[in-house]
């Protein structure tokens, strides 16, 4: 961890005190955990402070974490991770929040502290499933209007729920059933034992 990392650290702890509820360095940044119901307030010091000056957000994100590490992760399923810039001082911090409810997670909308949070936003909403109160257009975003569900959500079927085709009788589009079997494609090369030798090549 640079110098100038380990002040920022210092720097958060002092600012934001029990807020905080984690600070580790990783990735080549420091990524801090608060919890959903600091997450406006902590924000807007993130913001406002002079000494800390994180005018931009650069990108959002959801998470879902089941099945995390290898199954042996136990807490909340989804987190929203942002990515925070502060031209200011030359400095990138890694924020991290919680829902607390993982049949409905909901956290608070950073919309009205960064403009650039309206499509994150709703790219989160639409993908994991995660709402944000207080976003004044919150609707999908990179998924069909009719869509069900959340395809990045860990439990999402790979072939989807359904699936849609251009009718020529009725002219139009039209969803239906799946009809694609779920099927493990294992590459021929590990499958066929002898493939090497057929192609005249030499095992090693």
Same mark, same amino acid.
């Given at each position: *961890?640079?110098?100038?990392?380990?002040?920022?650290?210092?720097? !958060?702890?002092?600012?934001?005190?029990?807020?905080?509820?984690?600070?580790?360095?990783?990735?080549?940044?420091?990524?801090?955990?608060?919890?959903?119901?600091?997450?406006?307030?902590? &924000? @807007?010091?993130? @913001?406002?402070?002079? @000494?800390?000056?994180?005018?931009? !957000?650069?990108?959002? &994100?959801?998470?879902?974490?089941?099945?995390?590490?290898?199954?042996?992760?136990?807490?909340?399923?989804?987190?929203?991770?942002?990515?925070?810039?502060?031209?200011?001082?030359?400095?990138?911090?890694?924020?991290?929040?919680?829902?607390?409810?993982?049949?409905?997670p909901v956290l608070a909308s950073v919309?009205?502290?960064?403009?650039?949070?309206?499509?994150?936003?709703?790219?989160?909403?639409?993908?994991?499933?995660? *709402?944000? =109160?207080?976003?004044?257009?919150?609707?999908? !975003? !990179?998924?069909?209007?009719?869509?069900?569900?959340?395809?990045?959500?860990?439990?999402?079927?790979?072939?989807?729920?359904?699936?849609?085709?251009?009718?020529?009788?009725?002219?139009?589009?039209?969803?239906?059933?799946? =009809?694609?079997?779920?099927?493990?494609?294992?590459?021929?090369?590990?499958?066929?034992?002898n493939y090497a030798d057929s192609e005249?090549? @030499?095992?090693?």
């Amino acid at each position: *961890m640079s110098t100038r990392t380990e002040q920022l650290q210092e720097t !958060l702890r002092e600012i934001l005190g029990e807020r905080l509820q984690s600070a580790a360095f990783a990735l080549g940044e420091l990524t801090v955990v608060v919890k959903g119901g600091d997450l406006i307030e902590v &924000c @807007r010091t993130l @913001r406002d402070d002079p @000494r800390l000056a994180f005018e931009q !957000l650069i990108d959002l &994100c959801g998470v879902d974490y089941s099945e995390y590490g290898d199954g042996g992760y136990e807490g909340p399923r989804f987190a929203v991770v942002y990515h925070l810039l502060s031209v200011k001082h030359n400095l990138r911090l890694r924020l991290r929040c919680f829902a607390p409810n993982d049949d409905f997670p909901v956290l608070a909308s950073v919309l009205p502290l960064w403009s650039s949070a309206n499509w994150y936003e709703r790219e989160a909403f639409d993908l994991y499933g995660i *709402m944000f =109160t207080g976003h004044p257009d919150l609707r999908r !975003l !990179l998924t069909d209007y009719g869509f069900v569900g959340h395809p990045f959500r860990k439990d999402f079927p790979l072939s989807g729920n359904v699936e849609m085709r251009y009718d020529p009788d009725q002219k139009r589009v039209i969803y239906q059933p799946v =009809t694609i079997e779920p099927r493990v494609i294992t590459p021929r090369i590990v499958r066929e034992e002898n493939y090497a030798d057929s192609e005249g090549f @030499r095992k090693g």
